[in-house]
Structure formats: C-alpha cells, structure tokens
C-alpha cells in the first residue's frame, strides 16, 4: 500500500482541526462547562467541520447517492444523521411524501431546514419534521411519530453509521421496530476494508479521526452488518430479514482507500 494512500486522512484531519480550533475555543469561552460535556463538546467541533466538509463530502459522494437515492426512496423517508440535509436534494418530490430529518447535533438543525424547505418539504404542511434524538434512540422516533407499527417506507444513511453508537444494536432495531415490511435500508458508508494492509490503517487512524469528525470510526464492516442482519420472526425462527439484497462499490475508488466505500440497498421482506 502507498504511503501517500496509507496518510491521506492526515490532510483533512488537520485542516478539520485548524477550522474548527478558534470556533471552538470561543464557544467554550462563552461556556466553559463544555469541558464537563464531551459529547457536547465533541458535538460543537463537528458542528464547526461540517460548514467546511459538508458540501465537498457531498460532491464527492454525488454519482453514488444519485443511483442508489433518487430512484429508490419512496414514501416516508428516515434520513438518520441528516447533517446539512444534503440527501433531500436527491429525492424525488413526486415519489417522497415526508422527509423525516434525524439529527441529533441541534446546530445542524438551520441548514437542514433551509435544504428541506429549498427541496419543497415543509413543517407548516407536516411534509418535514427533524427528529433530535440519536439513531440508537428508537422508542423515541416511534414516540415521536406516534407510531404503533413500523411507520418508514425508507430509511437513508450516509456516512452516519460510523458515528453511532452500538451500531449494530442500532441497525437491528431500526429494521425491526422502524422500516415497514417491504420497505428499504439505503446505504452509502465508509467501511473496513477487505484488504489487510488498508484495514490496518484504518483501525489505526479511528481513534485520531473521531477526535475532529464526532467520533466516527473509519473501521466499522457497516455492509457486513446490515448484510448479515437476522431477525426472530413471530414463530420465533431466526432469518434474515431481506428479500432483496444488494451491494456495490463506489465508482472509481481506489481499493487502497482508507475511506473505502460500500453502497447498499436492501428490501426488507413483507
Ligand atoms: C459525516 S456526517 C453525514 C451527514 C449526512 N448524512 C451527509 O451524508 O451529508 C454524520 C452525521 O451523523 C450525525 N450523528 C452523529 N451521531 C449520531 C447518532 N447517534 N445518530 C444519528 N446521527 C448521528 C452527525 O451529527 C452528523 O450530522
């Protein structure tokens, strides 16, 4: 593996720590108990990282998002770790009757209403609504729609499976208690590699990253995850729950990238 390939998360890494250094250092002046709150704190720093990577990470992410978003999701769509709402712009008005933005980080909650607002999704008409809570916190989504079945036709995740915590208690139950039968997980994520060399570095740089970019992990097998997934099933049979399954990579990429890329759309059976 190239050294240059092996090191490339240190350019962004630093420039994610200069960005957000002085914000940072002011917000904590104005509330020094910060110090007390790491996830706050941790929150805050991502908060300043995301107005400068947010939209190139987007653009870089573009070709991907509009083959697996835009001709898929459908109905009431769960967009978990919204960010700036940049995955409302890839869906079809036409096929999409409620953007539901889950975004724990409030000081994301402006930009991804003015993105849902600019794509033609509204509070006032109940056509959006932002859920505060965690992706892990799925009584509270539930709570939150006054939901009694599983209440989405499709859930989205973009890169926010790295950040989560319990990731794979999470995605269980968000297939289990969230998706509706015969709805669809949608995924487009960063994960471990398949190549020794390069998940060595990424478990390496995971716990370095996290620091400036709200604890993600660069060393998570999401796809394996969501792939592997298995349910109990009423008469107790444990079986996976898709009947559709399928996985792809990101066009282009290189296999020695530390930030290697799975694309994933799974139908959930009926
Ligand atoms: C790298 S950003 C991706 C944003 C957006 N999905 C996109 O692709 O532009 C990760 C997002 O996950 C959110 N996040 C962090 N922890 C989370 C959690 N436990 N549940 C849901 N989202 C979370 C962060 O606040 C952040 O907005």
């Given amino acids: 593996m190239r050294l240059s390939n092996a090191l490339s998360p240190l350019v962004d890494f630093c420039h994610a720590i200069r960005v957000s250094l002085w914000p940072t250092v002011v917000d904590i002046y104005t509330s020094p108990s910060l110090f007390l709150r790491p996830s706050a704190l941790s929150q805050i720093v991502m908060a300043h990282v995301w107005v400068i990577f947010g939209n190139p990470t987007d653009e870089g992410a573009r070709t991907a998002k509009q083959g ?43 930009h991804v209403r003015r993105a849902a ?28 729609l006054r939901a009694a079945q599983p209440p989405v036709d499709t859930i989205v995740s973009t890169l926010t499976l790295c950040s ?42 995971a716990p370095i990253w996290g620091i400036a970019f709200g604890g993600c992990r660069l060393d998570r097998p999401v796809h394996s995850w969501v792939d592997g997934l298995t349910l109990a099933e009423s008469n107790g049979v444990v079986a996976s729950p898709w009947s559709e399954r399928r996985l792809w990579g990101k066009d282009g990429e290189s296999e020695e990238n530390v930030f290697w890329h799975q694309v994933g759309r799974f139908v959930k059976r009926s």
């Fill in 164 to 205: 989560v915590p319990s990731p794979e208690r999470t995605i269980r139950s968000l297939v289990r208690d969230v998706l509706k039968p015969g709805g669809q997980f949608l995924f487009y994520e960063h994960v471990l590699s398949p190549r020794e060399d390069v998940a060595w570095w990424q478990r390496a740089w």
């Fill in 117 to 144: 607002e600019g794509a033609g999704f509204t509070e006032e008409d109940g056509s959006f609504v932002i859920l505060s809570c965690g992706a892990e916190g799925t009584p509270s989504i539930l709570d939150a």
């Fill in 68 to 110: 697996l978003i835009t001709p898929n999701a459908y109905g009431i769509v769960l967009d978990i770790g919204a960010g700036h709402g940049h995955n409302v712009g890839y869906l079809d008005r036409n096929k999409v009757t409620k953007y539901l933005a889950l975004e724990p980080n409030a000081q994301m909650h402006p």
